[in-house]
């Protein structure tokens, strides 16, 4: 369990999370951050209005740098409670749909006037959400699969490719909502005198037995065809390898760094089965953490 010795919350906190509450947030949510970065993380979570058990705001640290995150879901969640909110409407366009959009030459804006589907759809080429308020013009974002093509082949690919709707649908209404309700958050980055993007480098005295033998960081050789197939230990350790590869940590020390800091009662230890099922559920929060955090620096560009 997490070190807790803050005496004293924001009044903001305190009204918004009881202290059972904050403990179990401490504990599952922010388990590495120090009083400092929870107080923080805590009182933004609680001044916005945004619950942190449904991914809305993220924790996540790296080596001696923290983030604060905001995710799309935090548009959504904000936008509720601002006066005369209505759901917003989302929508994939596939290429076999009967799909037009023309200017309002009223409001000289570009709107959505025909959407019609048929199955098969095809292929998703673009998505629009409509973003509705009471006493306000609708705003519309459209956007062609073209102007996210850079999504599917960087950092966060494999949920883009794999999740395409969601993904596309989150970003595209995110932009929508921040138009329509003035919406804006900005995540925090803290530091403890090294840059953002650095990674401590372990010296020998405090690596100790981190990686003895290699067992938590070396993927397990692949068997050959006439070889036995992989236990689900083996399985579990390559799932890992690859989750590591979607975070972009690569290389021994790297991955060490991120055990000691994210997992450190696998630090010199052979990992049970049980025990790594828990850690690459660790590693897809993280993932999801990254998910959220890019598709919230695109929206801002």
Not at 27 to 33: M, R, V
Not at 192 to 211: A, L, M, W
Not at 270 to 286: S, V
């Amino acid at each position: 369990m997490a070190n807790n010795s803050i005496k004293q919350y924001t009044p903001e906190i305190t009204e918004a999370f009881k202290p059972e509450v904050l403990e179990v947030i401490r504990n599952s949510i922010a388990p590495t951050a120090n009083d400092q970065e929870f107080l923080l993380f805590a009182h933004k979570a609680a001044s916005y209005g945004l619950d942190p058990f449904k991914n809305e705001i993220f924790f996540i640290k790296y080596g001696n740098t923290a983030r604060i995150q905001f995710a799309a879901e935090a548009y959504l969640s904000k936008a509720r409670t601002q006066e005369g909110f209505q759901p917003p409407d989302t929508q994939m366009v596939h290429e076999n749909d009967e799909f037009k959009i023309a200017m309002n030459k009223e409001t000289r804006e570009m709107e959505v006037v025909q959407h019609e589907i048929g199955f098969p759809r095809g292929k998703i080429i673009g998505a629009y959400s409509i973003a509705y308020r009471d006493g306000h013009r609708p705003v519309t974002v459209i956007m062609d699969i073209e102007e996210i093509s850079h999504m599917f082949t960087g950092q966060n690919k494999d949920n883009w490719n794999k999740w395409t709707a969601d993904m596309f649908g989150k970003h595209v209404q995110q932009r929508a909502l921040k138009k329509q309700y003035g919406l804006e958050f900005e995540d925090e980055t803290i530091t403890h005198g090294e840059p953002e993007s650095s990674i401590p480098e372990y010296k020998p005295q405090d690596r100790k037995d981190v990686t003895p033998n290699q067992e938590i960081i070396d993927a397990p050789k692949q068997a050959k065809k006439e070889d036995k197939p992989l236990t689900p230990t083996e399985k579990a350790r390559a799932e890992m390898n690859r989750k590591f590869d979607i975070l972009g940590i690569k290389g021994t020390d790297a991955k060490a760094d991120y055990i000691a800091k994210n997992a450190p009662d696998l630090a010199g230890k052979t990992p049970t089965l049980a025990q790594l099922t828990g850690f690459n559920e660790l590693l897809d929060m993280h993932i999801e953490m990254q998910a959220a955090q890019v598709a919230e620096a695109d929206s801002l560009d």
